[in-house]
């Protein structure tokens, strides 16, 4: 997928990598052209069709080769609009009304009518921060750093808001959400840490993670990590999670791994930056089938481990021919692992060998 700058076009390409061709390109206009590249992007459930988040509150929704169907939901342009299926043909978008002070913070986006219908404030009091469909609760969870919000979107009412064990106002804090929203984890700000002179940042310190179940809202019991929370990332099963910290900025990145409040155990590995622009793809990313993890080392190694962080192949990324910028891998199957850059992608399988490669323009 490729996108323009400012206003200009952006284009979506589906490939089938099986095939290892292209099957169908479609173009859209970035309606406001503060962040055009893409922030997010999500497959409908029945994986027929793809939204995507450009722009500051531009959702638009492609079937490969058809003409895309646009939303701006967020009136008042003042958050990035974040968005998660409630099913095939509708979105739930977590955004701001400024025509009606009784519009709730978000809008059920429907395909068939290309129309938005806001949920009341009194159901969505809040714009939820990483909203996800709980398949279990039947229902929209999300959270605003202060409480744990679950929705019933086509009932336009609130099912519960349950409390954070307390305000966290400072710093930043991370929260993941398991496939279907059977458990989130939320990482406050870390605590105890020191600052260091020489590299002008905190180090050390510790994080108190919060589990919770949404389907019947209560915070679990507290988890611990070492320093700052970079990112949570779950396993398709919806239990086990890796959680990806660091205590000295620059530093090794500690992946400590849970299966629902039960840890696992604990691995280094030093990662490059995740990428920005590419949605999808990660410096870490679990196998569709949960049996291993791809990583995308610093020095351009890709490595192939189990949940544990015990190695089973290791492999040199290609040198990219154009300026590398940002690159990030996902998982096309259970045996083939994708390197995706701004100038294309090369998909090899676990052992190294490349079976195709895509070049990008624009």
């Given at each position: 997928m490729s996108a323009g700058d400012g206003d200009s076009p952006g284009q979506t390409v589906v490939w089938d990598l099986e095939a290892g061709?292209?099957?169908g390109a479609s173009g859209y206009e970035h309606g406001f052209g503060f962040e055009p590249r893409p922030?997010?992007?999500?497959?409908?459930?029945d994986g027929r069709r793809l939204a995507i988040a450009a722009g500051t509150n531009e959702i638009a929704v492609v079937e490969p080769g058809g003409e895309p169907v646009l939303f701006a939901p967020d009136e008042t342009r003042d958050h990035p609009v974040?968005?998660?299926w409630v099913d095939d043909h509708t979105i739930f978008a977590a955004a701001w009304s400024d025509a009606d002070q009784t519009k709730g913070g978000g809008a059920l986006l429907s395909l068939a009518e290309s129309e938005a219908r806001w949920?009341?404030?009194?159901a969505v009091p809040v714009v939820l921060t990483q909203p996800v469909r709980a398949r279990d609760a039947s229902a929209v969870v999300g959270h605003d750093y202060r409480e744990v919000f679950v929705i019933d979107t086509k009932g336009d009412k609130l099912i519960s808001r349950t409390p954070l064990p307390q305000t966290?106002?400072?710093g930043r804090s991370v929260a993941?959400?398991?496939p279907h929203g059977k458990i989130g984890v939320f990482a406050p700000p870390p605590i105890e840490q020191r600052y260091d002179r020489s590299t002008g940042r905190d180090t050390g310190g510790r994080t108190e993670l919060v589990l919770f179940q949404p389907a019947s809202p209560q915070a679990l019991v507290p988890l611990e990590v070492p320093g700052e929370i970079g990112a949570i990332r779950f396993a398709p099963d919806g239990r086990r999670f890796i959680v990806l910290s660091r205590t000295v900025w620059g530093g090794v990145t500690h992946a400590t791994v849970f299966d629902g409040a039960n840890k696992l155990g604990v691995f280094d590995a030093q990662l490059v930056r995740p990428p920005h622009h590419f949605p999808d793809a990660g410096n870490l990313v679990w196998s569709p089938d949960g049996q291993h993890l791809a990583l995308l080392r610093a020095d351009g190694t890709i490595e192939i481990t189990t949940p544990r962080g015990e190695r089973r192949a290791a492999f040199a990324a290609p040198k990219s021919p154009k300026s590398p910028g940002e690159v990030g891998l996902?998982?096309?199957?259970?045996n083939r692992v994708a390197l995706i850059g701004?100038?294309?992608?090369?998909v090899f399988d676990t052992q190294g060998t490349v079976v195709m490669r895509f070049e990008v323009e624009g």
């Open positions: 061709e292209a099957i922030r997010m992007l999500q497959w409908s459930p974040e968005f998660c949920l009341t404030r009194s966290f106002a400072n993941g959400w398991s996902m998982f096309v199957n259970e701004q100038d294309g992608m090369t």
